[in-house]
């Protein structure tokens, strides 16, 4: 038997009938996976670290959230990382999506 071979512009003709999103020649996606061992570059706050301590060293946030819940939860939002507090230290911080689009876990609610 024969093979059949996909020419480019059967597999785009297809592609485009079938209304598949197609992504342009030289396109490549970064993952959220990648982007999280790359973080090692990006500077985070130490865990324990005072809110003081934090701006710092990192300036003010470019956004504060909280408190919220007992304990009471901030959230200092900055370029590249969000930063977590239990009352005034560090518990956690975590990269940021590069946008929107990016996938990646879903948010526990």
Do not use: C
């Amino acid at each position: 038997m024969k093979s059949a071979r996909k020419s480019p512009q059967l597999v785009l003709m297809v592609a485009l009938f079938a209304g598949l999103p197609i992504a342009p020649v030289g396109h490549a996606d970064t993952l959220l996976i990648e982007r999280a061992q790359d973080a090692r570059a990006i500077a985070h706050p130490r865990r324990g670290a005072l809110m003081s301590q934090v701006e710092a060293e990192f300036g003010p946030p470019l956004h504060r959230v909280g408190p919220v819940g007992d304990p009471p939860i901030t959230r200092w939002v900055y370029a590249d990382i969000t930063v977590y507090f239990e009352g005034d230290h560090v518990i956690s911080s975590v990269l940021n999506k590069a946008s929107g689009l990016e996938l990646g876990p879903k948010p526990v609610r």
